[in-house]
């Protein structure tokens, strides 16, 4: 059972444009909300996390968006750069438990 | 601060042997490690939690025999896969926590990954 949904699994934006991923859980428990960018033949890196008592979260051109209502969060990236081309993971937790993790999102982001 | 490393970075072996990787916390203590395993554009699928010290925890349909998992210090983790084969091909990756480095937030810090090939 996948613990967190992603959507969508590929995303091509304009440079400039807004790159938006989306995410959803069930685990009412989770109390941490993690993204991550991967480039190719690369670990994971975090770029931003938030925790539900925060509705939203803003880090230079990343932004998380959170609904705990709606059990759903999301991640914004403001003018898009060819240089954010990569795999974009998003994650929940109860802490100090193990990671659970989306599926992916492959940004390409076209001059 | 909160670098992993990972070594090798690409590893290629015959199928039959065995095969370690090491992940170390390089300027931090990590009380729990984790070992993930990633196939081509998929996403991270947990192998096993390590602490320090303790035998490590390993998640449903994970083989603890044929994946080896040492934490024997609070900067060094192994990962050993013994007999490798060709379906054990892929990309692993680890990671560290160390909470009181994260704010109390519970970040994990990934390392690179190991690329196994094995023919």
């Known amino acids: 059972q996948q613990q967190v949904k992603q959507s969508p699994q590929s995303l091509i934006v304009q440079k400039g444009g807004i790159s938006i991923i989306n995410c959803a859980y069930e685990?009412?428990?989770?109390?941490?909300f993690p993204w991550y960018q991967q480039f190719p033949g690369k670990g994971p890196a975090l770029l931003i996390a938030?925790?539900?008592?925060?509705s939203e979260k803003k880090e230079g051109r990343f932004t998380i968006s959170f609904n705990k209502s709606a059990k759903q969060f999301s991640l914004h990236i403001m003018d898009s750069q060819p240089g954010d081309s990569a795999t974009y993971f998003c994650?929940?937790?109860?802490?100090?438990?193990?990671?659970?993790f989306g599926t992916g999102t492959s940004l390409t982001v076209i001059p | 601060g909160a670098v992993v490393s990972q070594h090798p970075s690409w590893v290629i072996c015959k199928s039959g042997t065995s095969v370690k990787i090491e992940c170390r916390s390089l300027?931090?203590?990590?009380?729990?490690m984790f070992w993930y395993r990633q196939f081509p554009k998929q996403s991270l699928m947990l192998m096993a939690t390590?602490?320090?010290?303790?035998?490590?925890?390993?998640e449903q349909g994970v083989e603890k025999d044929k994946f080896l998992i040492n934490h024997a210090s609070l900067t060094l983790s192994t990962l050993t896969v013994t007999s490798a084969h060709p379906e054990d091909s892929s990309f692993y990756i680890c990671?560290?926590?160390?909470?009181?480095?994260?704010?109390?937030?519970?970040?994990?810090?990934f390392g690179p990954g190991t690329r196994l090939t094995v023919l």
């Open positions: 990671s560290a926590r160390e909470p009181r480095l994260a704010g109390g937030d519970n970040e994990q810090f």
């Open positions: 685990n009412t428990a989770f109390d941490y």
């Open positions: 938030i925790r539900p008592d925060v």
């Open positions: 994650a929940a937790c109860v802490t100090p438990a193990q990671f659970y």
């Open positions: 300027d931090f203590q990590a009380t729990t």
């Open positions: 390590s602490n320090e010290g303790s035998k490590a925890t390993y």
